[in-house]
């Protein structure tokens, strides 16, 4: 879940939020590329720590707020109104992880565990002041008697539309960068940040209007797209996060072919290798993965696939990745069990340790297998 290079040969003993001073060290200041946290996990520990520290202002004595303490602005609060983390006990700990779960969904309270254990565990070897970890030490006093607190997230399990309805939401769009980003979504797994993320150089198309310079990973690989893990939300020009560290190519069919294709001819031409492949109509600048989310949003609620707020069967763009995952698993497993198979974990964008064969190791055999169990969705490219 988080970066950080893990060698530290000193200890410290900071005078002031030794979480802040954790999460500056741990995850700011990773001195490794390859240990780097993602923008993500960046914010997700920070928002973790606020939410804990709102805890900790509302518990101070002589202090009282006119609100619910997870409604506390917490950029207000100044260290001296808060309990030190430093002095947590794990009473005080527990406590937290009680009002935690009354208001907060699974998924929130486990990350918010799961970030505060992991910063007083390193804080206990690397902070001189703090001694003891406070919710390490409730979880083992409540599980030693299977009494946890927490609930448990119980993971996305959405229902898997037929591909004959996939093919009807495809081709409701009329648009051709709509209709591309839709096409990529359904064929490649990958977020919406990934898409907004895609620069002209992650595209190579062998077509004459395709001129530009590709990037080194796909200069071999005519009518294919690379989906890179260097691309930061804070990047000049940039928008969005990508939510992932492996990178990968990936053959374009005839239709995602075709598509981008015609949605060129209506965008204007780059002025850089490095300019975003898909642009606001508003005003020219990189259609964010927000902008990806509103849309599809909108569409399925045209097409009454819209169930309700954190519904798994709304068709959002995070919704394609389960079902592309699904039609390449149910193409790659071959009835074999225990999770996924390494190409449908190469084509998801996995952590490198889960998968045998990176890009690096790219193929004429990978992309032969990929393009015969690419789905396609457009009346002239279905071959049932």
Known sequence: M????????????????????????????????????????????????????????????????????????????????????????????????????????????????????????????????????????????????????????????????????????????????????QLLLGKYTRRAGGISNLDFENVHIDHPGCNWTVHDDLREWPDHISLRADKRESDPGRNTGNKTKTNAVYPLDSEMKDALLWYLTIRPQPESPTDPLFISQSDGERLSGGNISTKFRERAKELGYWYGAHDDDNLNPHYWRHWATSEYQSEFADGEGGGYTALTKYIRGDSKEDIIGIYDNYTETKRDTILDAMPTFLEPYVED
């Open 2 to 181: 988080s970066a950080g290079d893990g060698d530290y040969v000193t200890t410290y003993d900071p005078d002031g939020d030794v979480l802040r001073f954790w999460h500056q060290k741990w995850h700011c200041e990773a001195r490794t590329k390859d240990n780097e946290s993602t923008e993500g996990t960046i914010n997700q520990s920070k928002h973790s720590i606020d939410r804990f520290e709102r805890f900790l202002a509302a518990q101070k004595e002589n202090k009282s707020y006119d609100c619910q303490w997870s409604d506390i602005d917490i950029s207000t609060v100044s260290y001296d109104d808060i309990i030190p983390p430093r002095d947590v006990t794990p009473r005080l700990a527990e406590e937290f992880l009680i009002e935690l779960k009354r208001e907060f969904a699974a998924d929130t309270q486990q990350n918010t565990y799961a970030h505060l254990k992991q910063a007083y565990d390193w804080c206990k070897s690397k902070v001189e002041s703090v001694e003891v970890n406070p919710f390490e030490t409730v979880e083992e006093e409540l599980k030693e008697n299977n009494d946890w607190i927490l609930d448990t997230s119980s993971g996305r399990d959405p229902y898997i539309i037929p591909l004959k309805d996939a093919r009807e939401v495809v081709r409701s769009w009329s648009h051709p960068m709509w209709l591309s980003i």
